[in-house]
């Protein structure tokens, strides 16, 4: 019940395409889901959270959607670019507790 | 700002030995988690402390132990080390206060352990 599984391991896309990530939880009482960009060689950063009061968040290219009711949250990607290539992880936390982490979506942008 | 600093970046251990990671958190964070990174298995929660107490503790053996200094400075250890601990290991810092709800968690680059 702790688990955030994630789709797909692995994603090769166009440049100037949409890339979509997928993560399902099954912790209703999460209430905080971010998604992190990790660069080889560098530590995790944080790219974009949503707390599950609203079903979409966008900061510039980056989009995530909320389902409470499917308990699903996706990372969208919109003009994707070769610097986009990186690892993606989806994240999902309960109040104060600790923060469960996907198992990570290696992104590949091609020109 | 510095960031989080960790060291060592690389080590080379053999099993049975023990090692200790260090991470220095930004500057004010009080809050220092650490996962181990592998590839397939994502990232696995280690433990976070604030303020040199334990907070949370994920489902790691009793091998795996860290603690918190006064300065917020951190270190975990690792005893008789086993081939399966090779990893990335990640420490993150935050801002969150004691009753704080959890928020964004700053990385450092990660010590990268390799048991032989």
């Known amino acids: 019940q702790q688990q955030v599984k994630q789709s797909p391991q692995s994603l090769i896309v166009q440049k100037g395409g949409i890339s979509i990530i997928n993560c399902a939880y099954e912790?209703?009482?999460?209430?905080?889901f971010p998604w992190y960009q990790q660069f080889p060689g560098k530590g995790p950063a944080l790219l974009i959270a949503?707390?599950?009061?609203?079903s979409e968040k966008k900061e510039g290219r980056f989009t995530i959607s909320f389902n409470k009711s499917a308990k699903q949250f996706s990372l969208h990607i919109m003009d994707s670019q070769p610097g986009d290539s990186a690892t993606y992880f989806c994240?999902?936390?309960?109040?104060?507790?600790?923060?469960?982490f996907g198992t990570g979506t290696r992104l590949q942008v091609f020109p | 700002k510095a960031g989080v600093t960790q060291t060592p970046r690389y080590l080379i251990k053999t099993r049975g030995q023990q090692v200790t990671l260090s991470c220095s958190p930004i500057?004010?964070?009080?809050?220092v988690s650490w996962y181990q990174q592998t590839p397939g298995q994502g990232l696995q929660f280690l433990f976070e402390?604030?303020?040199?107490?334990?907070?949370n503790k994920g489902n790691f053996p009793g091998r795996f132990s860290g603690r918190q200094f006064s300065n917020s400075r951190s270190e975990m250890n690792v005893s008789t080390l086993e081939l399966g601990d090779s990893a990335l290991y990640l420490c993150?810092?935050?801002?969150?206060?004691?009753?704080?709800?959890?928020?964004?968690?700053?990385f450092g680059e990660g010590s990268r352990l390799t048991v032989l």
């Open positions: 993150a810092s935050s801002p969150r206060t004691s009753g704080g709800y959890t928020g964004e968690l700053f």
């Open positions: 949503i707390r599950p009061d609203v």
């Open positions: 994240a999902a936390s309960r109040g104060t507790d600790k923060l469960i």
């Open positions: 402390y604030f303020s040199e107490t334990q907070r």
């Open positions: 912790n209703t009482a999460f209430d905080y």
């Open positions: 500057s004010g964070h009080r809050s």
